[in-house]
């Protein structure tokens, strides 16, 4: 009778576990448009791959992307599901937006435009100055979110980068910011983690939360004088890692917060 037990005993704990381990390595991707569940698609195990569905119909709008938290994608590629995420629909309407055969979405602003999205596999890009005759001024939140670039030329024209411009952006190696550009936005090169060199403006009034957050690779950076820093600002830089910092540091009590890189200050 014991035995009969403990078979019984192990068959209900193998299925237990079964149970567990199968809801633990479940990921889900749901795409949503206007609050709308468009597709939901399921794998198991880490790092398997799904399609993102086709764009949906909005009149009078143009489809770009499905946007999550980490990355951009176009409706019908093959994308990477390492973790349960929500992917939401990204309108525009069709008279302010057009698209490059480079992947490149223009958006007209003020007379002037913008870079909307980016949904290339480049590993280098150079941005215009101008684009139809008018000046590229400023790039939108998000817009590189994600890409696989490892290099991009920005225009002297750029006066505006918006909050995670590059976050993600896991191949990034080398940046210079144009002169033109006063102040960081937050998150905007957060987990670039291959990026090597920064060169930020000589006129920077400001650097965002977590602008430089687990930027691991950069050697050093050299701030202006003057800058306000937010909090988080260089989290997770470690002791080999050095920066410079032009004058007095200012900014949020938490600007170094998680930040074991090395300090110098130069008068």
Request: charged content about 25%.
């Amino acid at each position: 009778m014991k035995k009969i037990k403990s078979i019984i005993l192990v068959i209900l704990l193998c299925a237990l576990l079964t149970g567990v381990l199968s809801s633990c390595l479940v990921r889900k991707a749901k795409f949503i448009s206007d609050g709308e569940l468009i597709d939901e698609v399921v794998v198991m195990f880490d790092g398997l791959h799904g399609d993102a569905p086709d764009a949906p119909e909005k009149p009078g709008y143009t489809f770009i992307c499905w946007k999550s938290s980490t990355m951009l994608c176009r409706a019908g590629t093959n994308i990477p599901i390492s973790a349960s995420v929500t992917f939401h629909a990204v309108w525009e309407r069709e008279e302010l937006i057009t698209e490059e055969p480079n992947g490149l979405f223009y958006r007209k602003i003020d007379g002037d435009y913008e870079i909307a999205a980016y949904l290339g596999w480049a590993s280098s890009l150079t941005l215009p100055s101008d684009y139809n005759g008018e000046k590229l001024i400023s790039i939108d939140k998000c817009a590189f979110l994600g890409s696989r670039l490892e290099e991009i030329i920005l225009p002297e024209t750029i006066t505006r980068i918006g909050e995670s411009a590059f976050k993600n952006c896991e191949s990034l190696q080398t940046i210079i910011i144009p002169d033109a550009v006063t102040k960081i936005a937050d998150e905007t090169f957060r987990h670039c983690t291959e990026l090597r060199q920064i060169t930020l403006p000589k006129g920077l009034t400001e650097i965002g939360a977590y602008a430089f957050s687990y930027c691991k690779n950069v050697y050093s950076i050299d701030i202006p004088y003057g800058v306000h820093i937010k909090k988080r600002a260089f989290e997770d830089w470690k002791g080999s890692q050095t920066i410079y910092i032009h004058g007095k540091s200012y900014g949020s009590i938490f600007r170094f917060y998680g930040c074991k890189a090395k300090r110098v200050f130069v008068k």
